[in-house]
Structures are given as C-alpha cells and as structure tokens.
Nanobody, 121 residues
Framework: QVQLVESGGGLVQPGTSLTLSCTAS????????MGWYRQSPGKERELVAQ????????DYVESVKERFVISRDNAENILYLQMNNLRPEDTAVYYC??????????????WGQGTQVTVSS
C-alpha cells in the first residue's frame, strides 16, 4: 500500500535552514507529481510546493518563493523540501503528498503523517 514517511522536522531559529525528506513506497514515484503541504493551528492546510514527475517543473506558494526548494530523487523514492531563511510564520506541520497522476489538475490522493517544524528564537 501507499506509504509516505516524512522526516527532518524540528525546532530552529529564524533565518536558519532545514531540509525535510519524504520516503515513498507502494507506488511508482516517477509516475506522479509530488507536493508538500503545511498546516498551522487554526489554519487550513495549504499546498506549499509541488514538483512534476520528472522534476523539470516546480511551483511554489508566493510566501515561500526564493526561500524553499522542492526536489525529488526518483531512483531512491525520496522527496525533499529545502527550507532556507525560515520565519516564525513557517511554523507548521509539513505533509508530503502523492499526486493522482503526472498531471497537475487531478491533485493529490495520499498524505503522510506529517513532521513538525517550529521556527522560534
């Protein structure tokens, strides 16, 4: 069955960097888009970044552009999110998500359990 396991979260100070990883199993990673969502208390879950099946195209929510980088290693079945210059407002639980297909439109159908990222001085 599909499994998505996130890791790499933690407590960091503003301005520092953190890299999240998502290990995928139970499906062909190379055949679908992948994404990272986040959710903070009292807010809806939002799509932060997504990447095409080959990694050639990437898209980010405006608030993380120029700071976050999404990447993937299809051979190792791992999705990454490199987060730079972190801000307190980046504090959230971050979720890895599996796309329904290689196209953007159908969206996502599986999410991992999430990893907590807390940005605080």
């Amino acid at each position: 069955q599909v499994q998505l396991v996130e890791s790499g979260g933690g407590l960091v100070q503003p301005g520092t960097s953190l890299t999240l990883s998502c290990t995928a199993s139970g499906f062909a990673l190379s055949s679908v888009i992948m994404g990272w969502y986040r959710q903070s208390p009292g807010k809806e879950r939002e799509l932060v970044a997504q990447i095409s099946s080959t990694g050639s195209a990437r898209d980010y929510v405006e608030s993380v552009k120029e700071r976050f980088v999404i990447s993937r290693d299809n051979a190792e079945n791992i999705l990454y999110l490199q987060m730079n210059n972190l801000r307190p407002e980046d504090t959230a639980v971050y979720y890895c998500a599996k796309g329904r297909s290689s196209a953007w439109t159908p969206g996502y159908d599986y999410w991992g359990q999430g990893t907590q990222v807390t940005v605080s001085s």
